[in-house]
């Protein structure tokens, strides 16, 4: 048995609006719909406090930025996972009650890391953003992997942890454990979260 450190968690933090992008990663039908190919049971529990949070970025004009898997057909990623997120098809687009909004931005990621050869860091700089909020699926894969890079190239990274899912309960305590050890980032829940 391993015993998980505390992880410090925040009740509530203010964010400059002009400098914050939400990040809302991977919420598509493959991995958030009940019919979807790598389904992750806890992601339709995430969408109230997604939801929360779009509206409240949207209403203070932060940024808001949606990455989608996007595979080919003969992906090599498909010998680690099972066929998901093919370009173009239902289990590639994002959930109906997240639909993104004229202004979003949409990132298309071929790996787990939403910066890996994505032009994501050119428009965060160019939009002068110093602090993100990611949310979204899968935490110890995709969420994790963006907010790590976010991390590295020093942006301030907010996890909420009720707009986050996981596989088990274990990869989601291990995703926040790193968020806030490793990379010094705030661990939160959506209602918690004000653009100001």
């Not at 498909?78 to 959930?95: K, Y």
């Not at 909420?160 to 968020?179: G, H, M, N, W």
Request: proline share 7%; with cysteine; charged share 20%.
């Amino acid at each position: 048995m391993v015993e998980v450190p505390e992880i410090p968690k925040v009740e509530s933090l203010e964010l400059p609006a002009k400098e914050t992008a939400l990040i809302v990663v991977d919420m598509q039908n493959d991995f958030a719909h009940p019919q979807g190919a790598l389904f992750v049971p806890d992601a339709p529990k995430s969408v109230p406090a997604i939801r929360l949070l779009l509206e409240r970025a949207r209403q203070a004009g932060a940024k808001v930025v949606y990455t989608q898997d996007w595979h080919r057909e003969d992906d090599p990623e498909f010998q680690i996972w099972p066929r998901h997120a093919v370009a173009g098809t239902w289990g590639a687009e994002i959930l109906e009650d997240l639909r993104p909004e004229p202004g979003d931005l949409i990132i298309q990621k071929v790996r787990y890391d939403a910066f890996y050869g994505t032009p994501l860091d050119h428009y965060l700089h160019l939009w002068g953003i110093k602090h993100v909020v990611v949310t979204g699926t899968v935490a110890n894969i995709c969420v994790l992997h963006t907010a790590g890079s976010a991390a590295l190239r020093w942006y301030r990274v907010v996890l909420p942890e009720d707009a986050t899912s996981a596989l088990t309960p274990f990869d989601l305590q291990a995703t926040l454990r790193q968020i806030t050890f490793l990379y010094q980032g705030k661990v939160t829940r959506a209602e918690g979260v004000r653009f100001v």
